[in-house]
């Protein structure tokens, strides 16, 4: 992040604004804004999100050996439940990634893009130790590199290119009396090696140029096109409750679940409607009460500043329905730092509403 | 350049069935290839025996070699990949299968993990008769009995 970047988070959050909230807290009860709007988007990993608090490490393994040294660390010699663990991963990239053809994705990219969250939990308040597993998937992603068309003929112009100017260099190789074969062995006489050496200067500087416009393109791809593309994402998870570590008294606590549909309009429009449906058992009672939540939001600007509206209503089981109101603004400060700001009023059955803030910054992409 | 320093040796039965070719990659990455054929390591190329654009289905990307299958002894098969990586993957995988009829009698794998957006990639193979190929023990590090 930049100098100015820095002063102006730094501005923001000791400016009269901020005093302004402080004023709203006062006045209105003021909870966070995070605790009703989790219930909007599908979480990453949805087995975290049943947890009373998310993991603060989680194992993204990259291979199937990944997984199962995470898990000979987390029992550390025992078959207890572990106090924390938490893995997030993709099963069938996982196994067949070596092998996994482009066609083969884009043939069934459902399942490819199926992704399992397993975490377990100690909660030391009520002697239980809690164990989640959730499943997430998008039915439908036109941002998915490997299904777009469109850029994947751009970065197929893009080989091409790569492949004639690798042509070139291989035919100027060979012009000058050399065999190309003993180049890819690395067995050519020292002669030879200072014109392979001299010859290669022109094509490094066209790949290099090549790989950058390569890159270009996907991070165009990425940051201005993708953000406000279709997509239908789902997900469900479950937890589960027992009594000690050795599982005993295995009990069902709670189920969940997500869907999410999103649209665009041209560049700068994003429509979003979520749902979330959740059966969750009662502490006291023992029996499980229903709830669900129904959110829409629209969001102007591009992917790296934009701000939003959006209205929800969360329905419970022998309760009344809670109604939600709320605006905010998404800016991104650098690659992967953003300042969120959201102000909201939520008002739960009959009482007289509470006014939701939320300044802060966050990571992602 | 990420490739093979020797080619790899693919036993093979002269009297058999036709040889074919493969060439795919995998973690679902995006890529052209470039395949030749030559007589020799001496690197004098097969007329007429060369195939080259953007990598489709393992299927459609296989070629027969020229019959019958014994004219291709001691030759050398050179597939240069350019692969493009896909986020969120660093990870890429290229294959030469080579077959005799519906058989494999090779698989080569090349796996790494990309720096740079693109990768190239050379891969090798040479066919000998089954009794010329050396065991692992056996292989010299730069072993070419065509080289003059």
Same mark, same amino acid.
Not at chain 1, 51 to 66: F, K, N, W
Not at chain 1, 125 to 150: F, K, N
Not at chain 2, 82 to 109: F, N, S
């Given at each position: 992040?930049?100098?100015?970047?820095?002063?102006?988070?730094?501005?923001?959050?000791?400016?009269?604004?901020?005093?302004?909230?402080?004023?709203?807290?006062?006045?209105?009860?003021?909870?966070?804004?995070?605790?009703?709007?989790?219930? &909007?988007?599908?979480?990453?990993?949805?087995?975290?999100?049943?947890?009373?608090?998310?993991?603060?490490?989680?194992?993204?393994?990259?291979?199937?050996? #990944?997984?199962?040294?995470?898990?000979?660390?987390?029992?550390?010699?025992?078959?207890?439940?572990?106090?924390? &663990?938490?893995?997030? &991963?993709?099963?069938?990239?996982?196994?067949?990634? #070596?092998?996994?053809?482009?066609?083969?994705?884009?043939?069934?990219?459902?399942?490819?893009?199926?992704?399992?969250?397993?975490?377990?939990?100690?909660?030391?308040?009520?002697?239980?130790?809690?164990?989640?597993?959730?499943?997430?998937?998008?039915?439908?992603?036109?941002?998915?590199?490997?299904?777009?068309?469109?850029?994947?003929?751009?970065?197929?112009?893009?080989?091409?290119?790569?492949?004639?100017?690798?042509?070139?260099?291989?035919?100027?190789?060979?012009?000058?009396?050399?065999?190309?074969?003993?180049?890819?062995?690395?067995?050519?006489?020292?002669?030879?090696?200072?014109?392979? #050496?001299?010859?290669?200067?022109?094509?490094?500087?066209?790949?290099?140029?090549?790989?950058?416009? &390569?890159?270009?393109?996907?991070?165009?791809?990425?940051?201005?096109?993708?953000?406000?593309?279709?997509?239908?994402?789902?997900?469900?998870?479950?937890?589960?409750?027992?009594?000690?570590?050795?599982?005993?008294?295995?009990?069902?606590?709670?189920?969940?679940?997500?869907?999410?549909?999103?649209?665009?309009?041209?560049?700068?429009? =994003?429509?979003?409607?979520?749902?979330?449906?959740?059966?969750?058992?009662?502490?006291?009672?023992?029996?499980?009460?229903?709830?669900?939540?129904?959110?829409?939001?629209?969001?102007?600007?591009?992917?790296?500043?934009?701000?939003?509206?959006?209205? =929800?209503?969360?329905?419970?089981?022998?309760?009344?329905?809670?109604?939600?109101?709320?605006?905010?603004?998404?800016?991104? +400060?650098?690659?992967?730092?953003?300042?969120?700001?959201?102000?909201?009023?939520?008002?739960?059955?009959?009482?007289?509403?509470?006014?939701?803030?939320?300044?802060?910054?966050? +990571?992602?992409? | 350049?990420?490739?093979?320093?020797?080619? *790899?040796?693919?036993?093979?039965?002269? *009297?058999?069935?036709?040889?074919?070719?493969?060439?795919?990659?995998?973690? *679902?990455?995006?890529?052209?290839?470039?395949?030749?054929?030559?007589?020799?390591?001496?690197?004098?190329?097969?007329?007429?025996?060369?195939?080259?654009?953007?990598?489709?289905?393992?299927?459609?990307?296989?070629?027969?070699?020229?019959?019958?299958?014994?004219?291709?002894?001691?030759?050398?098969?050179?597939?240069?990949?350019?692969?493009?990586?896909?986020?969120?993957?660093?990870?890429?995988?290229?294959?030469?299968?080579?077959?005799?009829?519906?058989?494999?009698?090779?698989?080569?794998?090349?796996?790494?993990?990309?720096?740079?957006?693109?990768?190239?990639?050379?891969?090798?193979?040479?066919?000998?008769?089954?009794?010329?190929?050396?065991?692992?023990?056996?292989?010299? *590090?730069?072993?070419?009995?065509?080289?003059?």
């Amino acid at each position: 992040m930049n100098r100015s970047l820095a002063c102006l988070v730094a501005a923001l959050i000791g400016s009269p604004w901020s005093a302004r909230t402080a004023t709203a807290q006062y006045a209105f009860p003021l909870v966070s804004a995070d605790t009703v709007r989790k219930y &909007f988007a599908i979480p990453e990993a949805p087995a975290f999100s049943l947890l009373d608090a998310e993991p603060s490490r989680i194992l993204r393994p990259g291979s199937a050996r #990944d997984i199962a040294i995470g898990i000979v660390g987390a029992l550390d010699g025992s078959i207890d439940v572990p106090n924390s &663990f938490a893995v997030e &991963f993709a099963p069938l990239p996982l196994i067949a990634g #070596d092998r996994l053809t482009l066609g083969a994705y884009q043939a069934h990219p459902v399942r490819y893009r199926t992704r399992l969250s397993f975490a377990t939990q100690r909660v030391k308040v009520r002697a239980r130790s809690q164990i989640a597993l959730g499943v997430r998937t998008s039915l439908l992603d036109e941002s998915d590199p490997r299904t777009s068309r469109v850029l994947l003929d751009r970065l197929r112009a893009l080989l091409e290119r790569h492949a004639r100017n690798d042509d070139s260099l291989e035919a100027r190789i060979e012009a000058a009396g050399i065999n190309l074969l003993a180049v890819d062995r690395g067995s050519l006489a020292p002669a030879q090696r200072r014109i392979v #050496d001299s010859l290669r200067a022109l094509h490094d500087a066209v790949e290099h140029s090549l790989n950058t416009s &390569f890159a270009n393109r996907i991070k165009e791809w990425d940051e201005d096109s993708v953000w406000n593309r279709r997509m239908l994402d789902v997900a469900v998870a479950a937890r589960w409750s027992t009594r000690d570590s050795t599982a005993r008294g295995l009990r069902s606590d709670a189920w969940a679940a997500w869907l999410t549909y999103g649209t665009g309009y041209r560049r700068w429009l =994003q429509w979003l409607v979520g749902t979330r449906v959740a059966l969750e058992r009662d502490s006291l009672t023992s029996h499980h009460v229903a709830r669900s939540a129904l959110t829409t939001r629209l969001y102007l600007g591009a992917n790296r500043y934009k701000v939003f509206g959006e209205v =929800q209503g969360e329905a419970r089981q022998a309760r009344a329905p809670a109604w939600l109101l709320g605006t905010g603004s998404e800016l991104a +400060l650098d690659r992967s730092i953003w300042l969120v700001v959201y102000a909201g009023w939520r008002r739960d059955g009959s009482d007289a509403g509470q006014l939701l803030t939320r300044l802060g910054l966050a +990571l992602g992409n | 350049m990420a490739g093979m320093r020797s080619p *790899a040796q693919i036993a093979f039965d002269p *009297a058999g069935d036709p040889l074919a070719v493969r060439v795919w990659c995998g973690h *679902a990455q995006v890529g052209t290839y470039d395949l030749r054929l030559y007589h020799s390591t001496r690197g004098e190329p097969v007329a007429g025996w060369r195939f080259h654009g953007p990598l489709r289905t393992p299927e459609q990307d296989t070629f027969v070699l020229p019959e019958p299958a014994g004219d291709n002894l001691k030759r050398v098969v050179r597939c240069r990949f350019r692969i493009g990586v896909l986020p969120p993957d660093r990870i890429y995988t290229t294959y030469v299968t080579v077959l005799q009829g519906p058989r494999i009698i090779g698989d080569l794998e090349q796996r790494g993990e990309a720096t740079d957006p693109t990768v190239s990639v050379v891969m090798l193979a040479k066919f000998v008769l089954p009794r010329a190929v050396p065991t692992s023990a056996s292989l010299p *590090a730069e072993s070419d009995e065509d080289e003059p």
